[in-house]
């Protein structure tokens, strides 16, 4: 499925304790340090061979910087075909020109495209059924 920045793609997700801390921290304390955005990893094939990007890791966790300019810390999911960086992060440490970049290797589960319509373009009318009870 083509999404407004890039494909969208499904993601299975496994149910951790430790996740739901973190979700829990998130709305409650509106923690934006804690919202993932997930990517395909190959959002860094791009940097392969360059001379001034620097992409490092341990087991579960990657950094990828310019020469002291900018740095990005991410995480790496156990499959490696995913990795994840904070919103907060995202926005004030990836330079404006690379994140169009990113933004098109953005992997997110299935999503209700008519919902995140009604968030992108809050005003418009949605076609999207009669109105029900969920039970």
């Known amino acids: 499925?083509?999404?407004?920045t890039g494909d969208i793609t499904a993601v299975d997700s496994v149910r951790?304790?430790?996740m739901d801390i973190?979700?829990?921290k998130m709305l409650q304390g509106g923690d934006a340090d804690l919202v993932q955005i997930w990517f395909d990893r190959a959002v860094l094939d791009k940097y392969k061979g360059a001379s001034d990007?620097?992409?490092i890791r341990t087991d579960t966790i990657?950094?990828?910087s310019r020469s002291r300019i900018w740095s990005l810390d991410f995480g790496?999911?156990?499959?490696?075909?995913?990795i994840h960086a904070s919103l907060s992060d995202l926005v004030q440490k990836l330079p404006d020109?690379?994140?169009e970049h990113w933004a098109g290797h953005v992997s997110a589960p299935s999503v209700s495209l008519n919902f995140i319509r009604t968030r992108v373009a809050p005003a418009s009318c949605t076609d999207d059924g009669e109105l029900?009870?969920?039970f």
């Open 97 to 99: 020109g690379e994140k």
């Open 53 to 55: 990007i620097s992409v």
């Open 1 to 4: 499925m083509k999404g407004i």
């Open 132 to 134: 029900r009870g969920w």
């Open 76 to 82: 790496i999911a156990p499959e490696e075909t995913l």
């Open 16 to 18: 951790d304790p430790y």
């Open 62 to 64: 990657g950094r990828i």
């Open 22 to 24: 973190v979700y829990h």
